[in-house]
């Protein structure tokens, strides 16, 4: 499958805990973009990375939540000591970051806080 | 700021006829925009995209319309067929970064 790949798809925490989500873009892709989505609304620009670099993280809270890109292995959106409105599904999407290419979407983390 | 604006939550079309989406988008710099399409459970998945240098582009069943002078986008589906009942996202790019409006739910019904 050479699709971007979210795992895991499901995750249930409880409140105070951390949460790893992960995601590993389609071949090629070098740049990564989280989004959230929470129940009934649209999707909510996070955070941009390229490999090793934040581009764009103006989406993302201030506090408990961080993201990488490691030169090797998978993006990982971290978020710290989670509350209940952290329930959401969680998307990746990958480019090549050229322009005039689409993103493409892994299916998502659907988070749910205890 | 919601730079990208879909203000139809909601659309329901028979089986056979045309769907349109519009999608309106307030930033020039905007010169790439795109179509998604997500079911229930799954990622967006790219649908359709136009450049700023095009007002038109066509795929299959559906088209995109680009109006540049009043930032403005359609996309049309026609035949519309019951499969294609989903939530639509449009979106737009800067060649930086993308933005996505609120989606509408097109159900369309046998």
Redesign the interface.
Known sequence: NAG?M?NPRHLVRRRGQEARLRCSPMKGHSHV?W?RQLPE???K?MV?LQKENI??ESGMPKERFSAEFPKEGPSILRIQQVVRGDSAAY?C?SSPGR??Q???????T?LSIL | DQQVKQNSPSLSVQEGRISILNCDYTNSMFDYFLWYKKYPAEGPTFLISISSIKDKNEDGRFTVFLNKSAKHLSLHIVPSQPGDSAVYFCAASDGNQFYFGTGTSLTVIP
Request: charged share 20%; proline share 4%.
């Open positions: 971007v979210q973009y989004y609304e649209g999707l620009f941009y581009i764009d998307f999407a322009r005039g689409p993103q493409h979407f892994g299916d998502g659907r």
